[in-house]
């Protein structure tokens, strides 16, 4: 889960690897306000959680 500067947006999201995506979450300044979180700026790390299995994960994102 990550967030914006002042708190006031959540993007939610399954990945397999966070330490490429919280990289990712920085993108090319051209391409920034084309994805949710470049629109938004949630660029802050504020929670996460590890699943074995894949449908575990899912199962928990939908909750």
Do not use: H, W
Request: hydrophobic share 30%; proline share 2%; glycine share 4%.
């Amino acid at each position: 889960m990550v967030t914006n500067t002042y708190k006031t947006t959540l993007y939610f999201g399954m990945i397999n690897n966070l330490q490429r995506r919280l990289s990712q979450l920085y993108p090319d300044i051209r391409k920034v306000k084309r994805s949710f979180t470049g629109k938004y700026n949630c660029y802050y790390l504020v929670y996460y959680e590890s699943f074995n299995d894949v449908s575990d994960a899912i199962r928990r994102k939908r909750n």
